[in-house]
Nanobody, 121 residues
Framework: QVQLVESGGGLVQPGGSLRLSCAASGTADTFYAYTMGWYRQAPGKQRELVASITSSGRLNYANSVKGRFTISRDNAKDTVNLQMNSLKPEDTAVYYC?????????????WGQGTQVTVSS
C-alpha cells in the first residue's frame, strides 16, 4: 500500500514563500512511474489541481499559480516538492499530495492526509 506524507505547510504572510514536500513509501521501486500531483481544497470549494509532474517530467500547472509555483520530483528519494512563491491569501487551503499510476486496465491512485497552508497578514 502506497503512503504519502506531506510536510512544510504553515502560516505565511502575503508575498512570502513555502516549500511543501511529499514523501512516498510502499511503491516497491515504482515511484518513478507515477504521475505526482499537488491538489488543494479551500473551505467551501472543490478540490482542484495545483500542479502535476509525469514520469517523463511533463509539467502541468493551474493558471492561478503559473509563474509562482514550481513542482519537482526526486525519484531517488521518492519525493515530490512544491515551491510556492509570491503567495496570496487566495492560496490558503489544505494541500494534498497525489500519486497516480495508470495502466491499460488499471488505475491506482493515492492521497496524502493534507497539510494546511494559510496566507495571511
Amino acid at each position: 500500500q502506497v503512503q504519502l506524507v506531506e510536510s512544510g505547510g504553515g502560516l505565511v504572510q502575503p508575498g512570502g514563500s513555502l516549500r511543501l514536500s511529499c514523501a512516498a513509501s510502499g511503491t516497491a521501486d515504482t515511484f518513478y512511474a507515477y504521475t505526482m500531483g499537488w491538489y488543494r481544497q479551500a473551505p467551501g470549494k472543490q478540490r482542484e489541481l495545483v500542479a502535476s509532474i509525469t514520469s517523463s517530467g511533463r509539467l502541468n500547472y493551474a493558471n492561478s499559480v503559473k509563474g509562482r509555483f514550481t513542482i519537482s520530483r526526486d525519484n531517488a528519494k521518492d519525493t515530490v516538492n512544491l515551491q510556492m512563491n509570491s503567495l496570496k491569501p487566495e492560496d490558503t487551503a489544505v494541500y494534498y499530495c497525489n500519486a497516480l499510476l495508470e495502466g491499460f486496465i488499471t488505475r491506482d491512485e493515492y492521497w496524502g492526509q493534507g497539510t494546511q497552508v494559510t496566507v495571511s497578514s
